[in-house]
């Protein structure tokens, strides 16, 4: 791992692959640190030639932390009052984009997961010139009326933090059996590996809340998504509780010419029986958007 100086911050970066190759940029979701990129999934990408960079977003993992800034007013957000949000998804693609000026890579192939998918999103339309391919994941449209949770994923998402150790491996196994996928088997110690490497990496629930107030505050990007001009796939789990199918297909009918893929019985989670799926989608749309 290596860390780069990009948009006046520190962001955590590990990269796959030849650097001769083709670059493909993954982006996080919400408070996941780029180690739930799984290793292996990421070999599988950079294994068609592709230099596979991972990374933590501001605020999460070994990046930069915004320990001055305050936490969001939720409540005051859900109404339209954004005073409280420290930063914007808008900021958190420039983030992107001065990883890339920092690796010196002009473009790229942008993969993104949920809040990544939003980031993605945005990388695409607030930096067009630097995105080959755009690959949105288990993502909606920021339209409120498209992939609302359901109420059993909002408890979730809405829960206080726990703080010691234990506790929070235990409620991330608790979580995934929520937000998990009925249709694949559920690896709990798979779950549980992830969640005490994450643990012990960097436990920071502060910048989760940050985070959760820029996806909350932002706006509506449908329209702004309508004027893409790039190769663009749509992935989906038929069974995803937190971003609920409906926003996935409204993304890929806003991006122009974008293919929608749904997984049958996939949550919001890329479990690895997924993997094969989803790497044949990435790389298809990303052969579409050429080497660089």
């Keep these: 791992m290596a860390t780069a100086s990009a948009n006046g911050i520190d962001i955590e970066y590990e990269t796959f692959g030849s650097p001769d190759d083709p670059a493909m940029l993954l982006i996080m979701g919400l408070g996941g640190q780029l180690i739930v990129w799984d290793d292996e999934l990421c070999r599988r990408l950079a294994a068609h030639g592709l230099h596979v960079i991972r990374f933590d977003n501001r605020d999460v993992g070994l990046s930069t932390k915004f320990d001055d800034a305050p936490l969001p007013d939720m409540m005051a957000v859900l109404q339209g009052d954004r005073s409280s949000v420290a930063y914007t998804l808008d900021d958190m ?139 663009a796939v749509v992935i989906h789990g038929s069974a995803d509780p937190l971003v609920t199918p409906s926003g996935g297909e409204a993304t890929a009918k806003a991006i122009p010419g974008a293919e929608l893929i749904t997984i049958e019985g996939m949550g919001h989670e890329l479990p690895p029986e997924s993997w094969p799926t989803v790497v044949e989608a990435i790389v298809g749309n990303a052969e579409q958007g050429g080497p660089r």
Aim: avoid cysteine; proline fraction near 6%; charged fraction near 25%.
């Design 93 to 231: 693609a420039a983030d992107a984009v001065g990883l890339l000026d920092a690796l010196g890579i002009a473009k790229a192939h942008v993969v993104g997961v949920s809040m990544g998918g939003m980031i993605a999103q945005l990388l695409a339309i607030d930096h067009p010139e630097r995105v080959l391919s755009l690959a949105s994941i288990m993502s909606t449209t920021g339209d409120p009326s498209v992939g609302a949770p359901t109420p059993e994923a909002m408890a979730i998402l809405m829960r206080p933090p726990e703080q010691e150790r234990e506790a929070v491996i235990a409620a991330e196994v608790d979580t995934h059996k929520v937000l998990g996928s009925p249709g694949f088997d559920i690896d709990e110690e798979r779950t549980r590996r992830r969640a005490t490497a994450a643990y012990d990496r960097s436990f920071y629930p502060a910048g989760t809340a940050r985070q959760l107030g820029a996806v909350v505050g932002a706006t509506d990007r449908t329209e702004r998504l309508s004027h893409l001009d790039v190769p």
